[in-house]
Nanobody, 124 residues
Framework: QVQLVESGGGLVQAGGSLRLSCASS????????MGWFRQAPGSEREFVAA????????TYADSAKGRFTISRDNAKITVYLQLNSLKPEDTAVYYC?????????????????WGQGTQVTVSS
């Protein structure tokens, strides 16, 4: 079993930045792909970014490219999402997730473990 806990969310003005963290338990963390997803009220959950098990390949949603950066520190058993140039439409609960095959897929169906989310609110 893997437990994931997100932190770092908050309220920022448009154009501001936040750094989200996802701390994990589990000996096999370094073999998992990790992803970030988000869900706004009344909307379906959507893919944001993913990173493979080795941390040398990343994938981003079009809305995140050039603004968000995903990274991981396997020694600290933590994955990060740096949010820059935030827009009001980025407002959502952000979730981290782990998938067994280590690919860092954008398909949420591949992810077996999910955190409880951290709220990001961007004011205009």
């Amino acid at each position: 079993q893997v437990q994931l806990v997100e932190s770092g969310g908050g309220l920022v003005q448009a154009g501001g930045s936040l750094r989200l963290s996802c701390a994990s338990s589990g000996r096999t963390f370094s073999t998992y792909g990790m992803g970030w997803f988000r869900q706004a009220p009344g909307s379906e959950r959507e893919f944001v970014a993913a990173i493979n098990w080795r941390g040398d390949r990343t994938t981003y949603a079009d809305s995140a490219k050039g603004r968000f950066t995903i990274s991981r520190d396997n020694a600290k058993i933590t994955v990060y999402l740096q949010l820059n140039s935030l827009k009001p439409e980025d407002t959502a609960v952000y979730y981290c997730a782990a998938e067994f095959y280590g690919l860092g897929s954008g398909d949420e169906r591949r992810y077996a473990y999910w955190g409880q989310g951290t709220q990001v609110t961007v004011s205009s």
